[in-house]
């Protein structure tokens, strides 16, 4: 199992730009999460789903969007990049056994 | 609402000494307890967690917490550090039923383990 993957695992967007993370899972998990970290800051939710076609905001959803076509995949869009979206972004998936496994980020800057 | 209160940032300590990381929470309702550690530039990974039964739990890498109802707090300890523990540490809360699993974070605390 490669367990939770994301790319790209680096880039940079001018303002305006925009782009989509991918998120990938191989458990067949049903719950998927995307966060962002800042320093200092912990994990901010993003979006979230508990199934395919089924997503939802979390706490920080402005200027972002998701899908969720297939169990497996989970992109995360980003529209008119801004620089306050420079950040490390974190894709997770879990179970009904509540342990959230997570990719191993995309850092992202914005100038 | 839940909330997840880290009580400090940040905490140096000398290899082989012991640390207790330590973390409270607010609720109304019942919830499930976890700690996730952060090795430097990768994604967080699950050390332990509390769901019910005895309320000290043992996880990965000698990790152990203690959960304390009447105090609302779920410390995370370890007797003996290693270099290797140095890493960002979270303390998480979910409440129990609902069907979003969604986690509620701390700030995190910074372990920095010191020859």
């Known amino acids: 199992n490669a367990g939770v993957t994301q790319t790209p695992k680096f880039r940079i967007l001018k303002i305006g730009q925009s782009m989509t993370l991918q998120c990938a899972q191989d458990?067949?998990?049903?719950?998927m999460y995307w966060y962002r970290q800042d320093p200092g800051m912990g994990l901010k939710l993003i979006y979230y789903?508990?199934?395919?076609?089924?997503?939802d905001k979390g706490e920080v959803p402005n200027g972002y969007n998701v899908s969720r076509s297939t169990t497996e995949d989970f992109p995360l869009r980003l529209e008119l990049a801004a620089p306050s979206q420079t950040s490390v972004y974190f894709c997770?998936?879990?179970?009904?056994?509540?342990?959230?496994?997570f990719g191993p980020g995309t850092r992202l800057t914005v100038t | 609402a839940q909330s997840v209160t880290q009580l400090d940032s940040q905490v140096p300590v000398f290899e082989e000494a012991p640390v207790e990381l330590r973390c409270n929470y607010s609720?109304?309702?019942?919830?499930?307890l976890f700690w996730y550690v952060q090795y430097p530039n990768q994604g967080l990974q699950l050390l332990l967690k509390?769901?019910?039964?005895s309320t000290l739990v043992k996880g990965i890498n000698g990790f152990e917490a203690e959960f304390n109802k009447s105090q609302t707090s779920f410390h995370l300890r370890k007797p003996s550090v290693h270099i290797s523990d140095t890493a960002e540490y979270f303390c998480?809360?979910?409440?129990?039923?609902?069907?979003?699993?969604?986690?509620?974070w701390g700030l995190g605390t910074s372990l920095a383990v010191n020859p």
């Open positions: 789903s508990v199934g395919a076609g089924i997503t």
């Open positions: 509390y769901l019910s039964g």
């Open positions: 458990m067949n998990h049903n719950y």
């Open positions: 609720s109304s309702v019942s919830v499930y």
């Open positions: 998480a809360v979910r409440t129990i039923g609902g069907n979003n699993r969604k986690l509620i």
């Open positions: 997770a998936s879990s179970d009904t056994r509540d342990e959230q496994y």
